[in-house]
């Protein structure tokens, strides 16, 4: 039997239906037992779980396989058009993408990490795992380390002792002080770099989006792999043309 709530106050029941969400999410398509196996919990239990999911459009069943339903895609697609930054910059983060060939993108901060709203690609766009939704740490991306320089030193300590700091590759930021030095530096000069730091071979630019009043409503970058992502290109005309859509999206987002 499920308990109500556990040490921490979750609630028992809807902490399993999420779990169950969340594997099929990751592992595609399950049956009762295997998803029962993989969460540790009753047959019964995770068979009422789904039977409800399913009876409310949220999975689909098929010869006893389950798999996430596209009524997640519609919550999805309605919770991003509410984020007023993804309406007004999704158009420059598209220009973005045409006008360097290369991979655009815009994140929000959401729970200690950043999530990508928008994502488009130029015609030599490399493939890589940034798809809408995405989460990503924020210290080990040129977009996370935009967003977190621009906030308060607090708030930096509340994402670092949550998220922690993770090595992502071998070039990723791990020591607190380290990170902080290159927070400083992101302020001084408004825009962030990410030299492989989450992606091995891939380099990317990124600048806030902030309001009047300084509060951070995300980031947008570019990123391309490092063979194209160099010299002059790397270290001033992305950061130019950065700066310059920022400029625009806040305008737009000031003026609405």
């Known amino acids: 039997m499920e308990r109500d709530h556990d040490a921490d106050g979750l609630i028992g029941a809807v902490d399993t239906t999420l779990r169950i969400v969340e594997t099929l999410n990751d592992i595609g398509t399950a049956g009762v ?4 196996r993989q969460l540790d919990e009753p047959k019964s239990t995770v068979y009422n779980h ?14 006893d396989q389950y798999r996430l339903a596209c009524r997640f895609l519609e919550l999805g697609s309605m919770t991003r058009e509410r984020y007023l930054v ?18 655009a993108g815009l994140v929000v901060e959401e729970h ?4 990508f709203l928008h994502r488009a690609k130029g015609d030599q766009a490399v493939h890589v795992d940034t798809h809408v939704g995405k989460r990503i740490h924020l210290h080990g991306a040129a977009l996370g380390k935009a967003m977190l320089a621009f906030s ?6 509340e994402v670092i002792d949550w998220r922690g700091l993770p090595a992502l590759t ?23 770099f990410d030299d492989e730091e ?51 999206i806040e305008l737009n987002i000031t003026y609405l």
């Open 33 to 36: 037992t295997q998803l029962a």
């Open 170 to 192: 071998d070039h990723t930021i791990t020591d607190a002080d380290a990170l902080a030095e290159e927070l400083g530096k992101i302020r001084e000069e408004g825009v962030a």
């Open 86 to 103: 993804y309406r007004i910059a999704r158009d420059e983060v598209t220009a973005l993408a045409e006008g360097t060939g290369e991979l």
């Open 198 to 248: 989450r992606i091995n071979g891939l380099r990317s630019v990124a600048v806030p989006l902030r309001t009047d009043d300084g509060d951070v409503l995300g980031a947008i970058s570019v990123a391309g792999p490092t063979s194209r992502l160099r010299g002059d290109r790397f270290q001033s005309e992305l950061p130019d043309q950065l700066r310059s859509a920022a400029n625009v």
């Open 50 to 63: 789904l039977d409800t999911l399913n009876r409310r459009g949220y999975v689909v069943k098929t010869d």
């Open 112 to 115: 200690g990490y950043g999530v």
């Open 152 to 157: 308060s030193d607090d708030h930096v300590q």
